[in-house]
């Protein structure tokens, strides 16, 4: 039937968009590092009495900025547009985000029960270098000093 109404509408049928895998890993890696570090946030209910909590997170993960903080368990990055789901005890929150300048991040949120609002982030410091990258040889072949 969509074959035949593809044809009668003058429509090539819709295929999959496959990926490259290597092209798909750049893209993440990129994002991951665009968003690296600790952020100031604010979350702004519209239907709980619009009602503020502030407080700092750390992306993409504890691990990666090598600080404490809370971080959500997954983070999707399209250009500018991210994708935050954070876990907890009996729900979760979705945020919906817009990077700009790599340094602020703003959109919105929903709960599993609910609630919507706003949010924002300021970030207030990048991640720092791993000792890894510190003492890779540079451009002239020499080891970076921590």
Known sequence: ???ALGSLLGFAPAEALELDPVA???RIETGVVRLCGVWDWTVHSHTLHHREAKSKIVL???E???VEGSSPAEIRIY???VYLRWSYPGGYQEDSLLLNDNKRLEG???TSTGAVGAVNGKRISSCRQ???EATKPDAAGT???P
Do not use: Q, Y
């Open 143 to 145: 080891e970076a000093k």
């Open 130 to 132: 791993t000792k890894t």
């Open 1 to 3: 039937m969509a074959m």
């Open 108 to 110: 919105t949120f929903r």
């Open 60 to 62: 993409p993960s504890a």
């Open 64 to 66: 990666s900025a090598g």
């Open 79 to 81: 250009g500018d547009a």
């Open 24 to 26: 798909e890993a750049k």
